[in-house]
């Protein structure tokens, strides 16, 4: 299959900031069906364009399970919408878990749970170190 042709379904939504945040802070959020996990990604650029992470969670597979943990932690830098949780909850449901299956799934799996970094697909808590 080209790369072309693979469709990878993430929901994305930009969030707007709370007004005492520096001017240049950007915050989204969603679900990545190509990793399975919701992610909040929130940054600064600096006057030379560097980004600087303020947050950034669900960057790898099965990272962040639970929708709670994205609203938890944009709460404090972005004012949420009404519906906001439950809207990723249906993104996630919606869009499916994209990472089973895929090409070199149990090699990613295996590397990151080995690394302590593969949370428990139970929403529990983290496998490894």
Known sequence: MDSAEVETAMSVYELTCHSEDPAERVAIAGWDASLSTYFAHIFDEDADGETIEVVWIGATPYEVLDPDVVVDAVRPYALL???????????SVTEGEGFIGRPGTRIVTELASHAGVMPDRSGRGETGG
């Open 81 to 91: 919408p009404e519906g906001f949780r439950d809207a990723l909850d249906a993104d």
